[in-house]
């Protein structure tokens, strides 16, 4: 029998029984966390069934901590889209998530579910890891920016008992809210959110996520509009952001002085992680391993919808907003219908006889990132004067490479002639090609091929004279792209006088130049004795 004042021992003993139980599963479950999936799969397997349900929830909430997307498709039953590149931005957050201090510019195609991942999911997914912590979402109008803070605000009502998020009962507005704990108590996190050019007043962020700053061409080509998305991001943004804090940026290009292009010119250039993903690939070091020509999203948009959305939206639209390459609108040497209305396949090409086959080498002068790519241009003609760019093997490689690279290309296209550039390492030129061609011989790889004659252009003429009599030839239709050249290509139309000319577009300069009037002196062809061309026309 018990009194007022001696302890009930039974149900002490029982909420201790409870307590230590408690500390046990906990315990318990932090171990399993720590498992590899194998040995979580074994456990699973040999558990009773009671344990296999706490096993299953446990598995739910790691799912949910584990990344953006993997949350997203745990609270939506596996609705929510899932791809490589979403969850290449997965990893982003995840590393800002952890604590790392981030600056990260992701490019990338509209329609692509960039703005949901980066701007709904991941700002969810980092207030539930860190509700202490405030995130900033900044688009290009306040009613956007608006937008993603209610989708995010009406997400933590709907999941808030999922994923261990409230809001605090006084601060639920969608532009600005709080966050409180499960007692209604505030936190320090919560969310606001403007459009470019507004306001950011109030405490700083930790995570700063600019969502598609430039809402349209026009704005894009307005001095005005980029001057002030400029100011406001160093003057209002980049003063709001928390020691240690992260910025994500996240948008099309539409400009080659739009907020990404101004970053990538800025002094941080260097601190910002920058994940390029053009709608189709056209880089070796593409960010997801894809191969050149794969498409960013295959499932979604295959090659045949990208192509129809290019024919639709147009060459410079295509390349700003889908490859993340903007071209100038007007002034360059080349224009893109000359490139793409004479444009034909491998196919077409087997119903053209070429009369000569030239391989054109434009030297880096080494390999490695500081270093420029190595041209590497195939191209041919046929008698009547018509010229076919037929590969562009550029790519940054040193002397060890490009040698046996060019030579590999003269083999396989049963090229007559190489053509380098004399007063920029011509006579080391001929001699790596020299030395790469005898040890292609001596193990078989030439095909019992004779050496192409080796053919040095002294390039007294400046650029712009060089350049401008082959962009002629193209805007005469003499000149036929043999499939597509995306970088090639984009170097082309978006050079202009007084540039820099870059690599690849040397390099078929120099190769069209000598086809281009082989009789014409001073450009290095004459006539073969040894019967290299025997069956050509």
Not at 227 to 245: C, Q
Not at 319 to 326: A, H, I, N
Request: proline content about 4%.
């Amino acid at each position: 029998m018990t009194t007022a004042t001696t302890p009930d021992l039974t149900h002490a003993g029982e909420e201790g029984d409870v307590a230590r139980q408690a500390a046990e599963y906990l315990e318990l479950a932090a171990a399993y966390r720590r498992l590899n999936r194998a040995q979580r799969r074994r456990i699973a397997g040999a558990a009773t069934p009671e344990t296999r349900k706490l096993l299953a929830e446990l598995e739910r909430t790691m799912a949910i901590e584990r990344s953006p997307g993997s949350m997203s498709s745990i609270l939506t039953d596996g609705k929510e889209k899932q791809a490589a590149h979403l969850d290449l931005i997965d990893r982003v957050f995840r590393e800002i998530g952890r604590g790392h201090s981030r600056k990260v510019l992701i490019t990338m195609p509209p329609r692509h579910g960039k703005s949901r991942r980066a701007a709904r999911w991941a700002p969810l997914w980092f207030m539930a890891r860190h509700p202490d912590r405030r995130v900033m979402i900044a688009s290009y109008s306040a009613d956007l920016a608006d937008d993603h803070g209610r989708w995010i605000r009406d997400a933590i009502v709907s999941y808030g008992d999922q994923i261990g998020l409230h809001l605090h009962a006084g601060s639920k507005a969608a532009n600005r809210f709080d966050l409180a704990d499960k007692n209604g108590n505030r936190l320090e996190g919560g969310l606001v959110t403007a459009g470019v050019g507004g306001g950011l007043t109030g405490k700083g962020a930790h995570l700063a996520i600019v969502d598609d700053p430039i809402k349209d061409a026009a704005d894009a080509e307005s001095p005005t509009m980029r001057r002030r998305l400029w100011d406001w991001w160093t003057s209002v943004l980049n003063t709001r952001v928390e020691p240690g804090g992260s910025i994500v940026v996240i948008q099309t290009r539409w400009h080659e002085q739009d907020l990404a292009g101004k970053i990538l010119e800025g002094e941080d250039a260097d601190d910002w992680i920058r994940l390029d993903l053009p709608a189709i690939c056209d880089t070796e070091d593409d960010p997801l391993g894809r191969n050149i020509g794969q498409a960013l999203w295959p499932l979604r948009y295959g090659r045949k919808a990208l192509e129809k959305i290019r024919r639709a939206v147009g060459e410079r639209v295509w390349w700003s907003l889908y490859m993340q390459k903007p071209r100038p609108l007007e002034g360059g040497v080349w224009k893109w219908p000359w490139i793409t209305d004479h444009r034909i396949t491998s196919v077409a090409l087997t119903g053209v006889n070429l009369s000569r086959i030239v391989v054109a080498v434009d030297t880096a002068g080494g390999a490695g990132e500081t270093h420029d790519e190595t041209g590497l241009i195939g191209a041919g003609r046929t008698s009547s004067g018509d010229l076919y760019v037929l590969e562009d093997r550029s790519k940054n490689m040193g002397a060890d490479t490009w040698g046996h690279e060019a030579c590999r290309l003269a083999v396989e296209l049963k090229a007559d002639a190489f053509v380098v550039e004399s007063n920029f390492g011509g006579d080391m030129a001929k001699q790596i090609i020299r030395q790469a061609w005898n040890e292609l011989h001596d193990k078989g790889a030439t095909g019992g091929m004779l050496a192409p004659r080796i053919i040095e252009v002294t390039a007294k003429k400046g650029k712009q004279l060089r350049a401008e009599p082959i962009a002629q030839l193209y805007s005469q239709g003499h000149v036929h792209h043999v499939g597509e050249f995306p970088r090639l290509e984009g170097q082309m139309v978006t050079w202009l006088p007084g540039m820099d000319s870059p690599d690849r577009m040397d390099a078929a300069v120099h190769a069209l130049t000598e086809l281009a009037d082989p009789a014409q002196a001073g450009l290095g062809a004459q006539q073969y004795t040894d019967q290299r061309l025997r069956g050509r026309r």
